[in-house]
Every structure is written in structure tokens, then in C-alpha cells.
Antibody
């Protein structure tokens, strides 16, 4: 059974880069035609899709974040990562990584437990 | 970008009652719509995908319907564990977007 776990600093200073890693267990990140995603949720607010990366290498980003976001895969570690640069307080949120329900679709199942990242000096 | 508008924002109901949640898309998303449930302090959980297919382990009291721009999540008889937040999401094109959510609370 696929399981995902986010890791990374819980506190990032304004203007710096937020870096998170999602470790996948129970399956290989590079097998099959799967999309892996990052979603965030500011405190008390709704869900915002950040971007998705395909096991074949394609990547799509939310246009609202595209200039600041990089998503990559490290197949050797069975991980995928998120980098968000030039962060501000508005980037404070719980960040989730999520796996694919099935080959080729963009339904997120399962999700990691989420990690709160606070942007503050 | 497809904007998903969920209504109502809050639904106050009693256990045993039925719930009807709406998700309206700003343009057609065909049948590419899903519903998630989120409880406090937890990650969202996929309930329904492709409008009407229940995800693994989801009870039959949850059902989805609709097409094009208007979609509905129905909970036939609310159990205590169903009081939560519900979000819709589309995958018809990029970017993927979520609705603003409907909170189902105990009356």
C-alpha cells in the first residue's frame, strides 16, 4: 500500500527558499505512468494545487506560483521534492504531497500527513 | 483556469439526515470531477472520482452525480464521522483547481 511522508524545515525566513521532500514507500515512484503532486493549505483556508510531476518527466505548475516553484524527482531515493523561492508570509501553509489514484489520472490518493511551514523572521 | 464554486459554505444537519453538496464549474469539466473529505488536523481523503466512482473503502452512503458544470455530492444518511469539510477538484485541464469547500456541521 502506497504511503507518502513529507519532510523539511518547519520555519523559513522571508525571501528564502522553502524546500520539502516527499518519500514514497510501498511502491516505486518511477514505475508506471503516474502523476505525483504537491498541494498546500494556508491555516483556516482551502486547498491550492502547487504542481505535479509525471514519472516520465513532465511537470505542470500552478501559474500563480510557476515563477517561484520547482518540482523534481529522485528515483534512486524514491522521493520527489518541492522548492519554492522568495517566500513571504503568504506562503505559510500546511504542505501536502500526494500520490496517484491510478495510472495517468490526477486524483490524489493517498496523501501525506502534511507538514506545516511557517514563513517568519 | 476553471473556477469551482461550492455551495453552501456551511450545512448544518443532524445525524441520520441526508446531505446534498453542490460544486459548480466556470466551464465544462466533462466528467473529470472528484470529491474529498477533510477532518480537522488530517489530510484530505479521496471520496469520489470521475463524478460518481467511489474510492476504495468509501461507504455506499456517499454518491456523486452531475456532468459538465454542475455536480452534486450526496450523503444519504449522515453518520457522526461524516461531519467534516468537503472539497471538489477537477482534472479537465491545467491548472488543477479545488473548490472553496463546504463544511458539514452538526446542528
Amino acid at each position: 500500500q502506497l504511503q507518502l511522508q513529507e519532510s523539511g524545515p518547519g520555519l523559513v525566513k522571508p525571501s528564502e527558499t522553502l524546500s520539502l521532500t516527499c518519500t514514497v514507500s510501498g511502491g516505486s515512484i518511477s514505475s508506471g505512468l503516474y502523476w505525483w503532486g504537491w498541494i498546500r493549505q494556508p491555516p483556516g483556508k482551502g486547498l491550492e494545487w502547487i504542481g505535479s510531476i509525471h514519472s516520465g518527466g513532465s511537470i505542470n505548475y500552478n501559474p500563480s506560483l510557476k515563477s517561484r516553484v520547482t518540482i523534481s524527482v529522485d528515483a534512486s531515493k524514491n522521493q520527489f521534492s518541492l522548492k519554492l523561492n522568495s517566500v513571504t508570509a503568504a506562503d505559510t501553509a500546511v504542505y501536502y504531497c500526494a500520490g496517484p489514484r491510478s495510472t495517468g489520472d490526477h486524483w490524489f490518493d493517498p496523501w501525506g500527513q502534511g507538514t506545516l511551514v511557517t514563513v517568519s523572521s | 483556469e476553471v473556477v469551482l464554486t461550492q455551495s453552501p459554505a456551511t450545512l448544518s444537519l443532524s445525524p441520520g439526515e441526508g446531505a446534498t453538496l453542490s460544486c459548480r464549474a466556470s466551464q465544462s469539466v466533462s466528467s473529470f470531477l472528484a470529491w474529498y473529505q477533510q477532518k480537522p488536523g488530517q489530510a484530505p481523503r479521496l471520496l469520489i472520482y470521475d463524478v460518481s466512482n467511489r474510492a476504495t473503502g468509501i461507504p455506499a452512503r456517499f454518491s456523486g452525480s452531475g456532468s459538465g458544470t454542475d455536480f452534486t455530492l450526496t450523503i444519504s444518511s449522515l453518520e457522526p464521522e461524516d461531519f467534516a469539510l468537503y472539497y471538489c477538484q477537477h482534472r479537465s485541464n491545467w491548472p488543477l483547481t479545488f473548490g472553496g469547500g463546504t463544511k458539514v456541521e452538526i446542528k
